[in-house]
């Protein structure tokens, strides 16, 4: 059973515009998040974490917002730009990063920013 | 060099052969890890060093055995494996207490 879902494999936005990618998770001891890109032939790298303390960070034009009681999360990027075209991953964890290895990830949404 | 790095980035074996993954960090982490990700699937945890002590071994079949000789190296002994067993094969390494993995570029195997 999954423990943290991304609905949509991908997701095609114009060039300025905003991307909202989506992640929901079941289990409720989960408390710490973040989101990793992917380009092709290369490893995920990380872009953003929420504590669930918190219900918004910003990085730029990176921001995550948190709903706990719906036990959801999301990324916005604005403005998209065609280099943020990547595989973007949700993942969990339940010590607040502390117990980092226990990371679930999410299958993964293909972004396609379109000039 | 900097980072996370995997080598080979492409092996292609047979179900008799006997292969290994190594990974190498540059990033003075104190915890490594191995995942694999498979077309359609998350990111499946297989194993986690800390210190270089394994603490985390994900009901991962015999086949694939890892070991850490230091906190610097991590490598994936591969034996008999199965043309399921063909993915990629993604090397992390973190600081403890910290949230933040970084991974290498992968591993891609192929099992004929």
């Known amino acids: 059973d999954q423990q943290v879902k991304q609905n949509s494999p991908s997701l095609s936005v114009q060039e300025g515009r905003i991307s909202i990618l989506n992640c929901d998770y079941t289990n409720s001891m989960f408390d710490y998040f973040l989101w990793y890109k992917k380009y092709p032939a290369e490893g995920p790298t990380f872009l953003i974490s929420?504590?669930?303390?918190?219900d918004k960070n910003e990085d730029g034009r990176f921001t995550v917002f948190l709903n706990k009681s719906a036990k959801h999360l999301s990324l916005h990027i604005v403005p998209s730009q065609p280099g943020d075209s990547a595989v973007y991953f949700c993942a969990a964890s339940g010590n607040s990063g502390g117990s980092n290895y226990k990371l679930t990830f999410g299958k993964g949404t293909l972004l396609t920013v379109n000039p | 060099e900097t980072g996370v790095t995997q080598t080979p980035r492409h092996l292609v074996m047979g179900m008799t052969n006997k292969k290994s993954l190594k990974c190498e960090q540059h990033?003075?982490?104190?915890?490594m890890y191995w995942y694999k990700q498979s077309a359609k699937k998350p990111l499946e945890l297989m194993f986690v060093?800390?210190?270089?002590?394994?603490?985390e071994n994900n009901s991962v079949p015999s086949r694939f055995s890892p070991e850490c000789p230091n906190s610097s190296h991590l490598f994936l002994h591969l034996h008999t494996l199965q043309p399921e067993d063909s993915a990629l094969y993604l090397c992390?390494?973190?600081?403890?207490?910290?949230?933040?993995?970084?991974f290498g570029e992968g591993s891609r195997l192929t099992v004929l």
């Open positions: 060093y800390s210190l270089e002590e394994r603490v």
């Open positions: 990033l003075g982490h104190n915890a």
């Open positions: 929420i504590s669930s303390i918190k």
């Open positions: 992390a390494s973190s600081q403890e207490n910290t949230g933040e993995l970084f």
